[in-house]
């Protein structure tokens, strides 16, 4: 089953700034299924691992972006599954891609390895440099650790009502909860139609400000430690939240951030001693194009 509207779980996988977004190590939740097929904490990791910095850093920014790229995985999953069916991957078609694909994994893989840094970089120094040089870049938004209720009611297309039976649990719960606050954590166990963070009392963990979705966030400035926030509608159905704690906005410490700090600076050390390898084999072995030639296998244009 789907996580509610997904956003609130993955932008907590994105909360960190390292590389690669940050995947809880201890657990290999699932976080969406289609039929009987699942994706995984653990795939997901996975798939960030393979794809660009430049496409990481998109993800990171953009928690919708994220939840349809773990939908697209799904689908992937779905036509994969039809396709090993059909023996598809016996195909000549299939055989020629592999081929294709084979020499650009050699040549990019080759590329890291030349361009990966010394081993022990980098050292406390240059740690130490870096955290000085951009602290204030290290700014951490104001957060907000959450649980919630949810209530699965996928948002009705124009001209159809609204799930009646829904809206009257999340009624129900809300007039409970407003009656015993405190018994949020055992409704949530008992009610909660997410079920990974229903087993944790509803508990979703820390999320950045920035980084939770929209129609939560316009409702966390009216609440204070151990609120719990009115039904809240979302396109997959209603949201009870309850505030767990808040953390303001601070700059961590060097020793906090120390993992993903060296990350980055391996990344960027990589890129740099990639980009001059490039160059100078460039230089030894220059590159000519016959652009009368090239010019002959543009698409002809169509009226």
């Known amino acids: 089953m789907f996580f509610p509207d997904k956003t609130l779980f993955l932008a907590a996988l994105l909360a960190c700034s390292g590389t690669v977004p940050v995947l809880a190590q201890e657990t290999d939740e699932v976080i969406g299924s ?11 990791r996975e798939n960030l691992a393979a794809l660009g910095e430049p496409e990481r850093e998109a993800l990171r920014r953009d928690p919708a972006a994220f ?15 039809e396709a090993m069916g059909a023996e598809w991957d016996k195909s000549a078609a299939v055989a020629e891609r592999m081929r294709q694909l084979r020499d650009g994994v050699v040549a990019n893989t080759w590329l890291e390895s030349v361009g990966a840094p010394p081993e022990g970089y980098p050292t406390e120094a240059d740690l130490a440099a870096a955290y000085d040089a ?36 999340a009624t129900r719960l809300a007039a409970a909860l407003a009656e015993n606050p405190q018994s949020f ?7 909660s139609e997410e079920p990974a963070s229903a087993a944790k009392g509803g508990e979703i963990g820390w999320l950045p400000e920035d980084r939770i979705h929209p129609a939560i966030r316009a409702v966390l ?6 609120d719990i926030s009115a039904p809240v509608r979302m396109d997959d159905g209603w949201h009870l939240v309850r505030v767990l704690d808040i953390r303001e906005a601070r ?14 600076l391996r990344v960027e050390r990589a890129r740099a001693g990639t980009e001059t390898y490039l160059s100078g084999l460039l230089r030894e072995h220059p590159i000519a194009i016959n652009e009368m030639v090239l010019s002959k296998l543009l698409p002809e244009e169509t009226e």
């Open 185 to 191: 954590a055992t409704l949530a166990a008992q009610e």
């Open 221 to 226: 400035p009216g609440l204070t430690l151990g």
């Open 134 to 169: 951009n602290r204030e870049s290290f700014l951490q938004p104001k957060s907000w650790h959450l649980a919630q209720i949810f209530v699965a009611a996928p948002r009705p297309a124009e001209g159809e009502s609204e799930p009646a039976e829904a809206a009257a649990k």
């Open 34 to 44: 289609v039929g009987a097929l699942e994706v995984r904490v653990g795939d997901v």
């Open 251 to 264: 700059i961590p410490t060097l020793e906090q951030i120390r993992e993903p700090l060296a990350e980055r």
């Open 67 to 81: 939840s349809q790229y773990v939908r697209a995985l799904l689908v992937q999953r779905l036509v994969l599954r």
